[in-house]
Protein backbone atom coordinates (compact mmCIF):
# COMPACT_ATOMS: atom_id res chain seq x y z
CA UNK A 1 0.00 0.00 0.00
CA UNK A 2 1.16 3.32 -0.84
CA UNK A 3 1.90 5.41 1.74
CA UNK A 4 1.39 9.65 1.59
CA UNK A 5 0.49 12.36 3.44
CA UNK A 6 -2.65 13.97 3.40
CA UNK A 7 -3.72 18.13 3.16
CA UNK A 8 -7.51 19.14 3.65
CA UNK A 9 -8.31 22.74 3.28
CA UNK A 10 -10.85 23.91 5.42
CA UNK A 11 -11.37 27.44 3.86
CA UNK A 12 -13.43 29.48 6.29
CA UNK A 13 -12.62 32.28 8.68
CA UNK A 14 -14.11 34.90 11.17
CA UNK A 15 -11.98 37.86 9.51
CA UNK A 16 -9.65 37.85 6.53
CA UNK A 17 -6.37 39.04 7.94
CA UNK A 18 -4.43 41.98 6.55
CA UNK A 19 -1.55 39.86 4.89
CA UNK A 20 -3.86 36.73 3.95
CA UNK A 21 -3.48 36.11 0.08
CA UNK A 22 -5.19 32.29 0.90
CA UNK A 23 -7.88 31.51 -0.30
CA UNK A 24 -10.07 31.43 2.74
CA UNK A 25 -13.71 33.20 3.12
CA UNK A 26 -15.10 35.33 6.07
CA UNK A 27 -18.46 34.83 7.75
CA UNK A 28 -20.05 32.14 5.54
CA UNK A 29 -19.66 29.50 8.49
CA UNK A 30 -22.97 27.96 7.63
CA UNK A 31 -21.45 26.59 4.17
CA UNK A 32 -19.46 24.04 5.79
CA UNK A 33 -22.64 21.52 5.93
CA UNK A 34 -22.20 22.28 2.30
CA UNK A 35 -18.44 21.58 2.15
CA UNK A 36 -17.69 18.83 3.93
CA UNK A 37 -19.64 16.43 1.78
CA UNK A 38 -17.83 17.66 -1.16
CA UNK A 39 -14.63 16.73 0.80
CA UNK A 40 -16.23 13.13 1.12
CA UNK A 41 -16.69 13.09 -2.36
CA UNK A 42 -13.06 14.03 -3.63
CA UNK A 43 -11.18 11.47 -0.94
CA UNK A 44 -14.12 8.77 -2.77
CA UNK A 45 -12.70 10.01 -6.11
CA UNK A 46 -8.93 10.32 -4.93
CA UNK A 47 -9.26 6.42 -3.60
CA UNK A 48 -10.69 5.35 -7.10
CA UNK A 49 -7.65 6.88 -9.21
CA UNK A 50 -4.70 6.25 -6.75
CA UNK A 51 -6.15 2.78 -4.83
CA UNK A 52 -5.34 2.05 -1.39
CA UNK A 53 -3.58 4.81 0.59
CA UNK A 54 -1.99 4.54 3.98
CA UNK A 55 -1.62 8.27 5.39
CA UNK A 56 1.72 8.77 7.59
CA UNK A 57 0.18 12.83 7.98
CA UNK A 58 -2.94 14.24 7.80
CA UNK A 59 -2.78 18.13 7.97
CA UNK A 60 -5.87 19.95 8.57
CA UNK A 61 -5.13 23.36 7.25
CA UNK A 62 -6.86 26.92 6.44
CA UNK A 63 -8.54 29.28 7.06
CA UNK A 64 -9.42 28.67 10.11
CA UNK A 65 -10.11 24.77 10.37
CA UNK A 66 -11.06 25.80 14.45
CA UNK A 67 -13.92 27.26 12.83
CA UNK A 68 -15.47 23.39 12.72
CA UNK A 69 -17.27 22.39 15.73
CA UNK A 70 -16.80 19.17 17.76
CA UNK A 71 -19.39 17.37 15.91
CA UNK A 72 -18.09 18.44 12.23
CA UNK A 73 -14.34 17.55 13.09
CA UNK A 74 -15.64 14.23 14.71
CA UNK A 75 -17.95 14.10 10.99
CA UNK A 76 -14.17 15.52 8.80
CA UNK A 77 -11.48 12.63 10.76
CA UNK A 78 -14.53 9.55 10.46
CA UNK A 79 -14.32 10.30 6.67
CA UNK A 80 -10.82 10.31 6.64
CA UNK A 81 -11.11 6.92 8.20
CA UNK A 82 -13.48 5.40 6.07
CA UNK A 83 -11.49 6.08 2.80
CA UNK A 84 -7.69 5.87 3.91
CA UNK A 85 -5.93 3.63 6.46
CA UNK A 86 -4.23 5.92 8.68
CA UNK A 87 -0.61 4.53 9.75
CA UNK A 88 -0.03 4.06 13.54
CA UNK A 89 1.38 7.03 15.20
CA UNK A 90 0.05 9.19 12.49
CA UNK A 91 0.90 12.60 12.92
CA UNK A 92 -2.78 14.29 12.69
CA UNK A 93 -2.63 17.88 13.00
CA UNK A 94 -5.32 20.82 12.79
CA UNK A 95 -4.66 24.29 13.02
CA UNK A 96 -6.34 26.91 15.27
CA UNK A 97 -7.19 30.12 15.62
CA UNK A 98 -6.84 31.40 19.58
CA UNK A 99 -10.39 33.44 19.12
CA UNK A 100 -12.03 30.20 18.25
CA UNK A 101 -11.52 27.48 20.55
CA UNK A 102 -12.13 26.80 24.04
CA UNK A 103 -11.93 23.82 26.64
CA UNK A 104 -14.83 21.86 25.15
CA UNK A 105 -13.92 22.05 21.46
CA UNK A 106 -10.39 21.26 22.39
CA UNK A 107 -11.77 18.10 24.19
CA UNK A 108 -13.82 17.60 20.98
CA UNK A 109 -10.61 17.58 18.38
CA UNK A 110 -8.75 15.15 20.61
CA UNK A 111 -11.36 13.25 20.84
CA UNK A 112 -11.68 13.18 16.96
CA UNK A 113 -8.33 11.69 16.99
CA UNK A 114 -6.26 15.60 16.48
CA UNK A 115 -2.85 14.97 17.97
CA UNK A 116 -0.25 18.16 16.89
CA UNK A 117 -2.52 21.28 17.10
CA UNK A 118 -0.73 24.35 15.06
CA UNK A 119 -1.98 28.03 16.55
CA UNK A 120 -1.65 30.78 14.74
CA UNK A 121 -0.36 33.64 17.12
CA UNK A 122 1.68 35.43 15.69
CA UNK A 123 2.62 38.11 17.89
CA UNK A 124 1.93 38.64 21.62
CA UNK A 125 2.11 42.41 21.24
CA UNK A 126 -1.36 43.59 20.87
CA UNK A 127 -0.44 46.60 18.87
CA UNK A 128 0.47 44.51 16.10
CA UNK A 129 -2.31 42.15 16.16
CA UNK A 130 -3.96 45.03 15.26
CA UNK A 131 -2.12 45.75 12.83
CA UNK A 132 -2.22 42.21 11.38
CA UNK A 133 -5.92 42.36 11.39
CA UNK A 134 -6.00 39.41 14.38
CA UNK A 135 -9.05 38.60 15.83
CA UNK A 136 -7.75 37.90 19.05
CA UNK A 137 -5.23 39.58 21.92
CA UNK A 138 -2.24 38.35 22.89
CA UNK A 139 -3.20 37.03 26.60
CA UNK A 140 -5.81 34.75 24.71
CA UNK A 141 -3.47 33.48 22.63
CA UNK A 142 -1.50 32.68 26.15
CA UNK A 143 -4.57 30.77 27.03
CA UNK A 144 -5.09 28.99 24.17
CA UNK A 145 -1.86 27.98 24.33
CA UNK A 146 -2.34 26.55 27.94
CA UNK A 147 -5.38 25.78 27.53
CA UNK A 148 -4.69 22.78 24.37
CA UNK A 149 -2.19 21.79 27.14
CA UNK A 150 -4.28 21.14 29.76
CA UNK A 151 -6.76 19.48 27.26
CA UNK A 152 -4.21 16.83 26.96
CA UNK A 153 -2.04 18.32 24.03
CA UNK A 154 1.39 17.05 23.83
CA UNK A 155 2.54 18.32 20.48
CA UNK A 156 1.35 21.97 20.23
CA UNK A 157 3.25 24.26 17.71
CA UNK A 158 2.32 28.40 16.89
CA UNK A 159 3.39 30.49 14.60
CA UNK A 160 4.97 33.99 15.10
CA UNK A 161 5.92 36.82 12.34
CA UNK A 162 8.54 39.18 12.45
CA UNK A 163 9.02 42.11 9.73
CA UNK A 164 6.25 43.44 10.68
CA UNK A 165 5.87 47.07 9.84
CA UNK A 166 6.75 49.26 12.89
CA UNK A 167 8.18 46.20 14.60
CA UNK A 168 10.56 46.75 17.23
CA UNK A 169 13.70 44.47 17.97
CA UNK A 170 12.11 44.01 21.95
CA UNK A 171 8.76 43.59 20.98
CA UNK A 172 9.97 40.96 18.55
CA UNK A 173 11.72 38.96 21.29
CA UNK A 174 9.12 39.43 23.89
CA UNK A 175 7.20 37.62 21.21
CA UNK A 176 9.73 34.61 21.30
CA UNK A 177 10.37 35.10 25.01
CA UNK A 178 6.44 34.90 25.93
CA UNK A 179 6.27 31.53 23.16
CA UNK A 180 9.21 29.99 24.81
CA UNK A 181 8.09 30.21 28.40
CA UNK A 182 4.68 28.15 27.47
CA UNK A 183 4.47 24.32 26.95
CA UNK A 184 5.62 24.65 23.61
CA UNK A 185 7.19 21.50 21.43
CA UNK A 186 7.69 23.79 18.00
CA UNK A 187 7.59 27.38 16.71
CA UNK A 188 7.61 28.74 13.28
CA UNK A 189 8.97 32.01 12.69
CA UNK A 190 7.96 33.43 9.47
CA UNK A 191 9.20 36.93 8.17
CA UNK A 192 6.16 39.05 6.60
CA UNK A 193 5.50 39.05 3.01
CA UNK A 194 3.76 41.53 1.80
CA UNK A 195 1.25 40.97 -1.08
CA UNK A 196 -0.44 42.50 -3.92
CA UNK A 197 -4.20 43.19 -3.38
CA UNK A 198 -3.98 42.66 0.47
CA UNK A 199 -5.23 45.58 2.70
CA UNK A 200 -1.07 44.84 4.43
CA UNK A 201 -0.06 46.40 1.24
CA UNK A 202 -2.15 48.99 0.73
CA UNK A 203 -1.00 50.13 4.43
CA UNK A 204 2.84 49.69 4.13
CA UNK A 205 2.35 51.75 0.56
CA UNK A 206 0.77 54.86 2.77
CA UNK A 207 3.36 54.23 5.64
CA UNK A 208 6.58 53.09 3.77
CA UNK A 209 8.43 54.45 7.22
CA UNK A 210 7.45 52.00 9.01
CA UNK A 211 8.89 48.89 6.70
CA UNK A 212 12.25 47.68 8.43
CA UNK A 213 15.31 47.45 6.74
CA UNK A 214 17.25 44.20 5.71
CA UNK A 215 19.73 44.58 8.20
CA UNK A 216 16.98 45.07 11.27
CA UNK A 217 15.25 41.74 9.60
CA UNK A 218 18.47 39.57 9.72
CA UNK A 219 19.08 41.17 13.15
CA UNK A 220 15.32 39.15 14.20
CA UNK A 221 16.10 36.05 12.53
CA UNK A 222 19.37 36.14 14.58
CA UNK A 223 18.15 37.15 17.30
CA UNK A 224 15.49 34.12 16.39
CA UNK A 225 18.10 31.48 16.19
CA UNK A 226 20.16 32.12 19.47
CA UNK A 227 16.67 32.32 21.94
CA UNK A 228 15.74 29.37 20.45
CA UNK A 229 18.99 27.42 20.69
CA UNK A 230 19.42 29.08 24.55
CA UNK A 231 15.87 26.73 24.86
CA UNK A 232 16.67 23.39 23.23
CA UNK A 233 14.73 24.59 20.01
CA UNK A 234 16.60 23.29 16.67
CA UNK A 235 16.68 24.49 13.57
CA UNK A 236 15.31 22.03 11.50
CA UNK A 237 14.19 24.30 8.45
CA UNK A 238 14.69 28.15 7.65
CA UNK A 239 11.62 29.20 9.34
CA UNK A 240 10.84 26.20 11.82
CA UNK A 241 12.11 25.25 15.04
CA UNK A 242 11.34 22.51 17.27
CA UNK A 243 12.27 19.99 20.55
CA UNK A 244 13.84 16.77 19.52
CA UNK A 245 11.61 14.78 17.79
CA UNK A 246 8.63 16.86 17.13
CA UNK A 247 9.57 18.76 13.71
CA UNK A 248 6.74 18.88 11.76
CA UNK A 249 6.75 15.19 9.59
CA UNK A 250 3.52 16.46 7.30
CA UNK A 251 5.82 19.74 6.58
CA UNK A 252 8.95 17.57 6.29
CA UNK A 253 6.70 15.83 3.62
CA UNK A 254 6.87 18.85 1.35
CA UNK A 255 10.46 19.72 1.62
CA UNK A 256 11.83 16.18 0.79
CA UNK A 257 9.02 16.05 -1.85
CA UNK A 258 7.11 13.07 -1.35
CA UNK A 259 4.15 12.15 -2.39
CA UNK A 260 1.18 14.24 -0.91
CA UNK A 261 -2.94 14.57 -1.65
CA UNK A 262 -4.21 17.58 -1.05
CA UNK A 263 -8.44 18.01 -1.00
CA UNK A 264 -10.55 20.86 -1.05
CA UNK A 265 -10.83 24.11 -2.64
CA UNK A 266 -8.02 25.47 -3.80
CA UNK A 267 -5.90 22.31 -2.06
CA UNK A 268 -2.56 21.40 -4.02
CA UNK A 269 -1.23 17.70 -4.62
CA UNK A 270 2.22 15.62 -5.58
CA UNK A 271 1.32 12.82 -6.73
CA UNK A 272 3.53 10.17 -8.99
CA UNK A 273 5.39 12.91 -10.42
CA UNK A 274 2.34 15.20 -11.37
CA UNK A 275 1.66 18.18 -9.52
CA UNK A 276 -2.18 19.48 -9.61
CA UNK A 277 -4.31 22.16 -7.89
CA UNK A 278 -8.11 22.18 -7.24
CA UNK A 279 -10.45 24.99 -8.18
CA UNK A 280 -9.90 28.36 -5.97
CA UNK A 281 -13.80 29.20 -6.56
CA UNK A 282 -15.77 27.83 -3.63
CA UNK A 283 -18.97 27.60 -6.00
CA UNK A 284 -17.34 25.96 -7.89
CA UNK A 285 -15.77 23.47 -5.68
CA UNK A 286 -19.12 23.16 -4.12
CA UNK A 287 -20.98 22.31 -7.76
CA UNK A 288 -18.44 19.15 -7.98
CA UNK A 289 -15.31 21.04 -9.79
CA UNK A 290 -11.92 19.83 -8.89
CA UNK A 291 -8.82 19.97 -10.68
CA UNK A 292 -8.30 23.18 -12.29
CA UNK A 293 -4.58 22.91 -13.12
CA UNK A 294 -1.93 19.65 -13.29
CA UNK A 295 1.51 19.68 -14.44
CA UNK A 296 3.66 16.92 -15.15
CA UNK A 297 7.37 17.57 -13.60
CA UNK A 298 10.00 17.46 -16.12
CA UNK A 299 13.83 16.44 -14.86
CA UNK A 300 14.81 19.74 -14.46
CA UNK A 301 11.99 20.56 -12.38
CA UNK A 302 12.42 17.79 -10.05
CA UNK A 303 16.43 19.19 -9.87
CA UNK A 304 14.92 22.54 -9.09
CA UNK A 305 12.39 21.83 -6.69
CA UNK A 306 15.11 19.44 -4.84
CA UNK A 307 17.43 21.75 -4.20
CA UNK A 308 15.67 24.99 -3.24
CA UNK A 309 13.28 22.91 -0.73
CA UNK A 310 16.46 20.97 1.18
CA UNK A 311 18.24 23.85 1.05
CA UNK A 312 16.09 25.30 3.65
CA UNK A 313 16.26 22.28 5.82
CA UNK A 314 18.82 20.93 8.14
CA UNK A 315 19.12 17.83 5.98
CA UNK A 316 20.45 20.21 3.25
CA UNK A 317 20.89 18.09 -0.16
CA UNK A 318 23.60 15.74 -1.35
CA UNK A 319 26.46 17.55 -2.21
CA UNK A 320 26.88 15.41 -5.71
CA UNK A 321 23.39 17.15 -7.29
CA UNK A 322 25.18 20.64 -7.05
CA UNK A 323 27.75 22.20 -9.16
CA UNK A 324 30.71 21.30 -8.11
CA UNK A 325 32.50 24.56 -8.72
CA UNK A 326 29.84 26.55 -7.37
CA UNK A 327 29.06 24.76 -4.72
CA UNK A 328 33.29 25.27 -3.81
CA UNK A 329 32.91 29.19 -4.16
CA UNK A 330 29.93 29.02 -1.75
CA UNK A 331 31.76 26.66 0.70
CA UNK A 332 34.84 29.23 0.67
CA UNK A 333 32.62 31.75 1.36
CA UNK A 334 31.25 30.76 4.41
CA UNK A 335 27.61 30.25 2.58
CA UNK A 336 27.61 26.63 2.96
CA UNK A 337 29.12 23.72 4.45
CA UNK A 338 29.96 19.99 3.40
CA UNK A 339 28.65 17.25 5.90
CA UNK A 340 29.49 13.99 4.90
CA UNK A 341 27.73 13.78 1.17
CA UNK A 342 25.16 16.51 2.45
CA UNK A 343 25.65 19.73 1.75
CA UNK A 344 24.58 22.68 3.98
CA UNK A 345 23.29 25.88 4.23
CA UNK A 346 25.53 28.13 6.89
CA UNK A 347 23.83 30.81 9.40
CA UNK A 348 25.79 33.00 7.10
CA UNK A 349 24.06 31.27 3.95
CA UNK A 350 20.69 31.48 5.50
CA UNK A 351 20.44 35.06 5.84
CA UNK A 352 21.15 35.39 2.10
CA UNK A 353 19.00 31.49 1.03
CA UNK A 354 18.02 33.08 -2.03
CA UNK A 355 20.62 34.28 -3.64
CA UNK A 356 22.74 31.16 -2.81
CA UNK A 357 19.61 29.22 -4.47
CA UNK A 358 20.46 31.05 -7.66
CA UNK A 359 23.88 30.89 -8.10
CA UNK A 360 23.57 27.05 -7.64
CA UNK A 361 20.47 26.75 -10.20
Known amino acids: MKHISLYIHIPFCVRKCAYCDFTSFPGITDRIPLYLPQLERE ?24 LLTGDQMRELMGTVRRHFTLCEGAEITAEANPGTIDACKLADFREAGINRL ?5 SFDDSLL ?7 TASE ?8 AEAGFSNLSVDLMYALPGQSASQWKHSIQTALNLPLQHISCYSLIVEDGTPMKAFVQANPAL ?24 RYEISNYALPGFESRHNMVYWRRGDY ?22 KDYLAGKRCEASECLTERDVYEETVMLGLRTREGVEASLLPSARLQALIDGGFMRLEGSRARITQAGSDVLNAVILELL
Not at 43 to 52: L, Q, S
Not at 118 to 122: H, K, L, N, R, T
Not at 270 to 275: E, I, K, P, S, Y
Open 43 to 66: MTDACARFGPLALDTVFIGGGTPS
Open 118 to 122: SIGVQ
Open 130 to 136: LTLGRIH
Open 141 to 148: AENAVLAA
Open 211 to 234: MLDEETVVCMQHDAARLMAEHGFQ
Open 261 to 282: LGVGCAAHSLMNGVRFANTTSL
